[in-house]
């Protein structure tokens, strides 16, 4: 779907309805012209953005507050379709956090993670993903790219090269060196 453009918010909302009966997810993308030579959209900023930082196609009724709107429900709906839809269960913010931790298991190719109620209930769990965060957030922000394995890691394994790697990283040293396939990473400022 491509959104903040000829068609309103509120058709691309019943859009939206009609990928919910169907069962699917939504792929979706805001719009802008491409001879536009700037784009300052910040998805982080959750109260808006001023007027002018980047393009919205008022003249359908577009608007900052629809545009965050929009793509926010689209995110909801699409955590539904994935997490509990064929469960028969309706969407929980619980998910948002679920589909992040899966996101960082995916990082480390560790497969799925354990269930939610799981991980919630575990202060290792939860000091383990913390950590497998701050990791994953140094490659992004530093745009590199992950070649981390752990398929096939004991728990106690996990621990131990996280631990190496975020020592790493809290050293500040300006390299990375390779190290029986696993990546140790310096310079990260937390």
Same mark, same amino acid.
């Given at each position: 779907?491509?959104?903040?453009?000829?068609?309103?918010?509120?058709?691309?909302?019943?859009?939206?309805?009609?990928?919910? &009966?169907?069962?699917?997810?939504?792929?979706?993308?805001?719009?802008? =012209?491409?001879?536009?030579?700037?784009?300052?959209?910040?998805?982080?900023?959750?109260?808006?953005?001023?007027?002018?930082?980047?393009?919205?196609?008022?003249?359908?009724?577009?608007?900052?507050?629809?545009?965050?709107?929009?793509?926010?429900?689209?995110?909801?709906? &699409? +955590?539904?379709?994935?997490?509990?839809?064929? &469960?028969?269960?309706?969407?929980?913010?619980?998910?948002?956090?679920?589909?992040?931790?899966?996101?960082?298991?995916?990082?480390?190719?560790?497969?799925?993670? =354990?269930?939610?109620?799981?991980?919630?209930?575990?202060?290792?769990?939860?000091?383990?993903?913390?950590?497998?965060?701050?990791?994953?957030?140094?490659?992004?922000?530093?745009?590199?790219?992950?070649? @981390?394995?752990?398929?096939? @890691?004991?728990?106690?394994?996990?621990?131990?090269?996280?631990?190496?790697?975020? &020592?790493?990283?809290?050293?500040?040293?300006?390299?990375?060196?390779?190290?029986?396939? +696993?990546?140790?990473?310096?310079?990260?400022?937390?």
């Amino acid at each position: 779907m491509i959104y903040n453009f000829d068609i309103s918010y509120e058709d691309m909302i019943r859009k939206i309805k009609l990928c919910e &009966n169907w069962g699917v997810q939504i792929a979706d993308c805001r719009y802008r =012209p491409l001879d536009l030579d700037y784009d300052n959209y910040n998805s982080n900023l959750r109260h808006g953005q001023a007027i002018g930082s980047y393009y919205i196609h008022d003249k359908s009724g577009w608007t900052d507050k629809k545009v965050r709107d929009f793509r926010s429900i689209v995110r909801r709906h &699409n +955590i539904w379709i994935r997490y509990a839809k064929d &469960n028969g269960r309706p969407y929980d913010r619980k998910m948002e956090k679920w589909s992040d931790i899966h996101s960082t298991f995916k990082f480390f190719k560790m497969g799925r993670p =354990p269930q939610y109620e799981i991980i919630e209930s575990s202060l290792k769990w939860k000091e383990r993903i913390q950590i497998m965060n701050k990791v994953k957030r140094y490659f992004k922000i530093n745009s590199v790219l992950s070649t @981390f394995d752990f398929s096939g @890691f004991s728990i106690k394994r996990i621990d131990e090269e996280l631990k190496i790697i975020l &020592n790493d990283l809290n050293n500040n040293a300006d390299h990375c060196k390779k190290n029986n396939g +696993i990546i140790r990473v310096s310079a990260l400022l937390f």
